[in-house]
């Protein structure tokens, strides 16, 4: 079994994502290889990556003051109905879980939580006063939603008996404010 996690959260990256996994697909069933995809949303955490991330660039945008990144965190609410989120350990156990499961086949979806960005940025306002999180969002708030419209599901995952450790936003975001930091987006 061969497993491949497809990484991307640029809408220009979005098509190439997606013609790959489809020739990655036809490939493997040419060849008879079991073919296991993992599609990750919007990756939170801390990771002994040596390089930044632009999900974790995202994911700090409210705290940052990056408009860029709430303009994309934006974008992807407005487009797919809510801010879907996992946290970078999850990801990796789900990768590890489905490597090992023998019956694992086809796409998954590894999602711990949908959110909105309006949710979000109430959340970490209240969690990090330090860093004046705007909550109204510069009048947005109308546009904005209160709850996600869609949720992205990771039932088949679930499924398979995969569990989430990582679901609230408070454990979602719970060491990715310090890893930020260590990476110089925050400030200390």
């Known amino acids: 079994m061969v497993t491949w996690t497809a990484r991307s959260h640029s809408q220009g990256y979005c098509v190439s994502k997606v013609l790959l996994e489809k020739e990655a697909c036809r490939f ?14 919007i990756t939170v955490g801390a990771a002994p ?5 632009t999900s974790i660039i995202d994911s700090l945008s409210m705290l940052s003051g990056d408009e860029r990144g709430l303009a994309v965190l934006k974008g992807i609410e ?11 350990d999850d990801l990796c156990r789900a990768e590890l879980f489905l490597a090992e499961a023998a019956a694992a ?17 109430r959340f970490l306002a209240h969690k990090y006063p330090q860093y004046g999180v705007k909550t109204n969002l510069d009048g947005d708030e109308q546009q904005l939603l209160e709850k996600p419209r869609v949720r992205v599901s990771s039932e088949k995952l679930v499924r398979e ?3 989430y450790r990582h679901n609230t936003l408070d454990e979602i975001y719970d060491n990715v404010v310090e890893y930020g930091k260590s990476l110089g987006i925050l400030p200390y």
Do not use: W
């Not at 493997?28 to 949303?41: D, K």
């Not at 086949?105 to 940025?121: F, H, K, M, Q, S």
């Open 49 to 53: 990556a040596p390089k930044v991330r």
């Open 161 to 163: 008996g995969f569990e």
């Open 105 to 121: 086949d086809g796409r998954y979806i590894c999602c711990g939580l949908n959110t909105t960005v309006l949710e979000l940025a």
């Open 78 to 88: 407005k487009t797919s109905g809510a801010v879907q989120l996992v946290h970078v």
């Open 28 to 41: 493997a069933g040419e060849h008879g290889i079991s073919l296991v995809t993992v599609c990750p949303v």
